[in-house]
């Protein structure tokens, strides 16, 4: 029987904006919007935070949001849902386990959704990630957004922080751009495989954890969303999520919420 189990990865020790899921947006820290939309996803059985701090558990338990404590030493946030997943026992094949970053304060309930079908869609692979189109030539040359070529049958074929692909000689203005969305599926043993796995030097060099599987040789299922996500990367992206918030038609629905 399949399980669905949201794991939302949260550490303090960001380079770029230390101590970012505990930034208050609108009267509630970063993490516990993103705990509480992932409440308004269907077909969701449990949602969790996978966390190594104190700091971040005292949170967590003053708004009462269910959490599993990681190891401080995983490697990545993959590793750190990896871990949680292990722990709550969803490693069978039909457990669905969705990670949904942690500086996703904005995500919309249907990505969740989508990502979730979208791996259903195909038996034959492990983990789907969407990707959204990039229509803004800043967004296009920000490092903080990874940037996704797509093979004519839904596949990732590539993962890179630079602009991709090349417009040298792109006379005919052909060219698409996409960015990677920070929420991804994995069918449970699955990703318990990509805990195995050594980090490999496309992931170390680019910074991308889901580099892992393409290096390995593993397919990743993806496709085009229209829903637009907001990542939390800098401290500047906070002026813009507040007015993303402002406007957002599911925030009164979990401002009432109690998990």
Not at 86 to 92: E, F, H, P
Request: glycine letters at 4%.
């Amino acid at each position: 029987m399949k399980r669905t189990l949201i794991v939302i990865p949260a550490r303090l020790g960001s380079w770029r904006f230390p101590e970012k899921p505990l930034t208050p947006i609108m009267g509630m820290p970063m993490i516990e919007h993103v705990y509480r939309r992932s409440f308004l996803a269907s077909n969701v059985d449990k949602v969790v935070l996978a966390i190594c701090e104190e700091q971040l558990e005292e949170v967590c338990n003053n708004s009462q949001m269910d959490y599993v404590m990681t190891d401080r030493e995983q490697p990545t946030a993959i590793d750190r849902v990896g871990e949680a997943a292990r722990s709550l026992g969803y490693t069978g094949h039909d457990d669905v386990v969705i990670n949904v970053q942690g500086d996703e304060p904005a995500v919309p309930p249907p990505v969740i959704e989508f990502v979730s079908e979208l791996l259903l869609k195909y038996p034959d692979v492990g983990c789907a990630n969407p990707v959204e189109r990039i229509t803004d030539k800043t967004e296009l040359d920000n490092p903080h957004r990874i940037k996704a070529v797509l093979s004519n049958n839904e596949r990732l074929i590539y993962l890179t922080r630079q602009s991709i692909p090349s417009t040298e000689f792109d006379i005919d203005n052909e060219a698409t751009f996409c960015r990677k969305t920070c929420v991804m599926s994995f069918r449970g043993d699955f990703l318990q495989k990509f805990c195995l796995m050594p980090q490999t030097n496309l992931e170390l060099v680019e910074g991308i954890d889901m580099l892992r599987l393409i290096q390995n040789g593993y397919p990743i299922a993806c496709s085009t969303i229209d829903d637009a996500t907001y990542p939390v990367d800098v401290p500047e992206d906070i002026k813009v999520i507040e007015t993303v918030l402002q406007n957002d038609k599911w925030i009164a629905e979990y401002n009432d919420f109690s998990g």
